[in-house]
């Protein structure tokens, strides 16, 4: 079916191949996400804290959030983690650079697939990376510590395994597929399967040539990779289950695949949501002439076809399930990328000036709006549009700069120019980072709320929460003690007399909260505190009838 890509063995050749262009550009990435945008609540905060309990129990196999079980998510990250703090000690940098390192591996694997696919196209090879490092949804997540490049890792794995035995390679490729597997349901459950099987299911319809043996053995070889897949999965999760308790093991065996999966208890969406998203998701290459010109009387080969089945299939899946959001979708985003490389790469056409037009536009554009933004008369209130106001004028200027240089410059092939879209891309997601700097950063940085907890923790003060407590403190502050979650009145006013040394932690949404005789307190997301309270003088504003929580 696909070739195995041509190898002459040269040390000069795998060099080539292992120190890519494209390395500059994760590089970029990451050094803004780890420099400019601190650990964001409260899903990076909450992964980082499993982690850190994870490192101060010494207990590995089952995750623990605040001295609770953690069933929401397997392990794979917070033991990717710990890998890191072992090589380089605990540290916020460290755990940061995770799933950012899977993400690179990304990269590779996606040049990796389109020499598999079309081994005769090396243009394909060096597009695919860059149109993904485009995508701002893509490099915004390359740099987040969450589950999603983990999982789009073990999906790009699990096409590759397929790839090959399309290729008629059975050693190794449905290995890979069944490792594919295992991992990704270690990373974020058996998400994985809608994720790694769609190419595998799908091979009659893009298969150019009927395997030799005929389809029996394909879907077999196909089942008996599911199964060691599962069983890998199933070597933590049977033991983790043991371990952890009925209701944990419950959890993670059903409660939470079934529940967004049937009726989601968070991110409910109407069925069409994720075609709304498509814009927004593949820009810039969704507004891209050239890409809707090359699509007009194109005869998918095999490989576009492979690409197709993955897109679809995916989009399809995840739109029938309850809870939606947009980053459940960016493991088929390497899927479009190799399909968008193959068409631009063959035949190779450097895309006209005005076939720039719209992203170099948009970018000037951008620009353009930043730097009259603070000239009109516009409500500052809305956090986004704060952070808008406080982008830094060098930021601006280069917006502006970029989209014209992207319309003017004159690119010698379609390589160089999707290169300089992506690094076009680059620049705003920088600008965005700056802005978030200048104002987001007080409003998300929860250290210094961390750093005063840890103090309380220093002294041997109690620490109770007000509702629901995600873990945003733990790791920040290297707590080490439990923080009591109060659900209800009746167990506030008991915690805070039998505590009265004690503190409490409360996050109050109103505009303009009374947070006199509060400890502590900072701004939190948008026009809300979080607020920090001695226990006695909580209960005296309580008992005169005055509310702590607006």
């Not at 191949?17 to 609540?41: E, H, S």
């Not at 694997?109 to 090396?122: E, G, N």
């Not at 879209?421 to 961390?450: K, N």
């Amino acid at each position: 079916m696909f070739e195995a890509p041509l190898d002459n063995g040269s040390a000069v050749g795998m060099r080539s191949r292992l120190i890519r262009d494209f390395l500059l550009g994760w590089l970029a990435l990451v050094a803004m996400g780890l420099w400019l945008r601190p650990l964001t609540p409260v899903d990076e905060t909450r992964a980082v804290s499993v982690a850190w309990e994870m490192w101060r129990t010494g207990d590995f196999l089952v995750p623990h959030l605040n001295g609770e079980p953690y069933s929401h998510k397997p392990p794979l990250l917070q033991w990717a983690i710990q890998a890191l703090w072992l090589l380089f000690g605990v540290s916020d940098w460290a755990a940061r650079l995770a799933a950012p390192l899977f993400g690179l591996a990304n990269l590779y694997l996606t040049a990796a697939l389109a020499r598999r696919l079309w081994p005769d196209d090396t243009v394909a090879e060096r597009l695919a990376p860059w149109l993904l490092l485009a995508m701002p949804l893509w490099g915004l997540w390359t740099s987040l510590t969450l589950y999603d490049m983990l999982v789009s890792f073990f999906t790009l794995l699990g096409m590759l395994g397929v790839a090959r035995a399309a290729g008629g390679e059975r050693r190794w490729s449905w290995s890979l597929l069944a490792v594919a597997i295992g991992g990704g349901i270690l990373s974020k459950g058996p998400a994985i399967l809608l994720l790694a099987l769609p190419t595998a299911l799908l091979a009659p319809w893009w298969m150019a040539v009927k395997p030799g043996a005929g389809w029996g053995p394909w879907y077999r070889r196909m089942g008996a990779a599911i199964g060691v897949g599962a069983l890998l999965g199933l070597a933590w999760a049977v033991p983790a289950g043991l371990a952890g308790g009925e209701e944990y093991r419950r959890l993670i065996f059903w409660g939470q695949s079934a529940g967004r999966i049937a009726n989601s208890f968070a991110h409910k969406r109407p069925l069409w949501w994720y075609l709304e998203l498509m814009p927004a998701l593949l820009f810039p290459w969704f507004w891209w002439p050239p890409l809707w010109r090359r699509l007009k009387g194109l005869r998918a080969d095999a490989g576009q076809r492979f690409c197709l089945a993955q897109m679809a299939f995916v989009v399809a899946a995840f739109s029938l399930i309850s809870g939606k959001q947009v980053h459940y979708l960016l493991p088929a985003c390497p899927a479009f990328a190799l399909f968008g490389a193959r068409v631009l790469g063959r035949p190779a056409e450097v895309p006209g000036r005005w076939e720039r037009l719209p992203v170099a536009l948009w970018v000037a554009v951008a620009g353009a709006v930043l730097l009259v933004l603070p000239m009109m008369s516009i409500s500052s209130g809305d956090g986004a549009v704060q952070m808008a106001l406080e982008v830094p004028l060098a930021s601006k200027l280069a917006l502006l700069g970029t989209g014209l240089a992207l319309l003017s410059w004159p690119f010698d092939d379609v390589v160089a120019t999707v290169r300089g879209v992506a690094l076009s891309m680059l620049v705003v997601l920088l600008a965005a980072h700056l802005g978030y700097r200048e104002h987001g950063t007080e409003l998300y940085d929860l250290r210094p709320f961390a750093g005063r907890l840890a103090e309380v923790e220093a002294a041997g003060a109690p620490v109770a929460h007000w509702r629901k407590y995600s873990g945003e403190f733990e790791f920040l502050g290297r707590l080490r003690c439990k923080i009591v979650e109060l659900h209800d009145v009746a167990s506030l006013q008991q915690w805070l007399k039998a505590h009265p040394d004690g503190y409490l932690v409360v996050k109050n949404k109103a505009a303009n909260p009374l947070a006199d005789g509060a400890a502590f307190s900072q701004r939190y997301k948008g026009n809300s505190r979080i607020e920090l309270w001695r226990a006695d003088v909580a209960r005296a504003r309580l008992l005169a009838g005055v509310a702590l929580v607006q």
